[in-house]
């Protein structure tokens, strides 16, 4: 099983980037996918899900600017990022969940990681 994270780059304040999670081993119809985020000395964070069931859940901290879409033709997972700010720099990593239906947001319940994508946001 392996998740590619790709996407990540250097973005000025105010632009969007895309990132990717393709899924090699596992049929990504069957997981929730969500996206995670670690910036320098802080804690992981659940930033966006992309359920199953269809459902979206988002963190406060990025509601409104970013979205999470799916592609289960592709086995790929998106996170569309606009409106990027400095406090958005951070690793980015995607993570799969078999079960679901659990915390959405909570690192502890994800099965599959990728190995992550760093973006940048520069003022």
């Known amino acids: 099983v392996q998740l590619q994270a790709c996407g990540g780059g250097l973005v000025q304040t105010g632009g969007s980037l895309r990132l990717s999670c393709a899924a090699q081993?596992?049929?990504?119809?069957?997981?929730?996918v969500a996206w995670f985020r670690q910036a320098p000395g802080k804690l992981r964070e659940g930033i966006s899900c992309d359920s199953k069931e269809g459902s979206t859940y988002y963190a406060d901290s990025v509601k409104g600017r970013f979205t999470t879409s799916r592609d289960n033709a592709r086995e790929t997972v998106y996170l569309q990022m606009d409106g990027l700010q400095s406090e958005d720099t951070a690793v980015y990593y995607c993570?799969?969940?078999?079960?679901?239906?659990?915390?959405?947001?909570?690192?502890?319940?994800?099965?599959?990681w990728g190995q992550g994508t760093q973006v940048t946001v520069s003022s």
């Open positions: 081993g596992i049929a990504l119809e069957f997981y929730d």
């Open positions: 993570a799969a969940d078999l079960r679901g239906a659990r915390a959405p947001l909570n690192a502890a319940f994800y099965d599959y």
